[in-house]
């Protein structure tokens, strides 16, 4: 009987064939066009023995006709948007983080993927953030997170700023009290809190950058209207800074440090998690 091999065909954002997609019931008969299963298990766990890594895990994702900005570039911890190259151009791929599975190695013993859709280095790169991310969402503090949220309505309001800016921005990221787990009490007792939004350096740099930056003002607007009173000061929490930084500006160690603000933006209360945009 044939071994699983370390040197098998399969990688990490490999596209299975729908022959095969269909012989693992991964996908129905009426699904030929609609859905893709994608290998997600990492490269290693793949080129491992099956007796020390049994599985192969597996996502099937839904096509779309087009890219929700709000899904791309791994914003949304949930979902993501991830273009596939074909021949003939591209094809869009809806990815739902629960709807992983996993399937025996020995089902993919002599298969190979589909070698007509690929993502290049850079969407594999989002494919590895948006699989992390998962598992590496930020959490604010529950105080934070009331006066973010319940208290000011803030996050309601930054949320309607950044939607429409879509593939124009790549990230945010927050720095509440410079990165210190503090528990406040008073409105005048203020969180601080840096804003720093990561603008797509990627078609049409300067035109994002004019969109993000065009959103920083809107954002510093919002953050007084709500938070500053007059003859009392900051409330609540103090907006020290909002900036953009280019995707390409952006250094290792700020993107380490900052907490990043995702789609499914989640405090540490037990409450169901709620999204930084809606769907």
């Known amino acids: 009987m044939a071994e699983w091999s370390r040197n098998n065909a399969w990688r990490q954002g490999h596209v299975i064939p729908q022959d095969l997609a269909r012989t693992l019931e991964l996908v129905g ?40 900005g709000n899904c791309t570039h791994a ?20 990815l739902i983080a629960n709807a992983k599975k996993s399937l025996s190695k020995g089902h993919f013993i ?14 594999h790169s989002i ?22 949220d319940r208290q000011t309505k803030l996050k309601d309001k930054l949320t309607a700023i950044l939607k429409p800016l879509g593939e124009h921005i790549v990230a945010v990221f927050f720095d509440v009290d410079d990165g210190e787990e503090v528990k406040r009490q008073q409105p005048h007792d203020t969180y601080t809190l840096d804003i720093y939004l990561v603008s797509n350096t990627g078609d049409d740099p300067a035109k994002a950058g004019a ?40 250094t290792y160690r700020q993107s380490s440090e900052f907490k990043k603000w995702n789609i499914d933006y989640m405090s540490l209360r037990e409450d169901p998690q709620q999204e930084m945009l809606t769907e």
């Open 211 to 250: 969109a993000v930056d065009a959103a920083r003002k809107k954002i510093e607007e919002a953050c007084r209207e709500r938070l500053f009173v007059k003859d009392k000061g900051w409330q609540y929490i103090e907006l020290r800074e909002c900036m953009v930084i280019s995707d390409q500006a952006l």
């Open 127 to 148: 494919l590895q953030s948006w699989l992390a991310s998962r598992y590496r969402r930020a959490a604010f503090p529950d105080a934070f997170d009331d006066r973010f």
């Open 29 to 68: 008969p009426e699904d030929a066009d609609t859905r893709l299963a994608v290998v997600i298990a990492h490269d290693c766990d793949i080129a491992q023995s099956a007796g020390a890594e049994p599985d192969l895990e597996i996502i099937v994702g839904q096509v779309v006709a087009q890219l929700d």
């Open 110 to 123: 002599g298969t190979a993927p589909n070698p007509d859709l690929k993502l290049t280095p850079e969407r």
């Open 75 to 94: 914003k949304n911890a949930r979902k993501l948007h991830l273009p596939f190259t074909i021949e003939s151009g591209e094809v869009f791929v809806e």
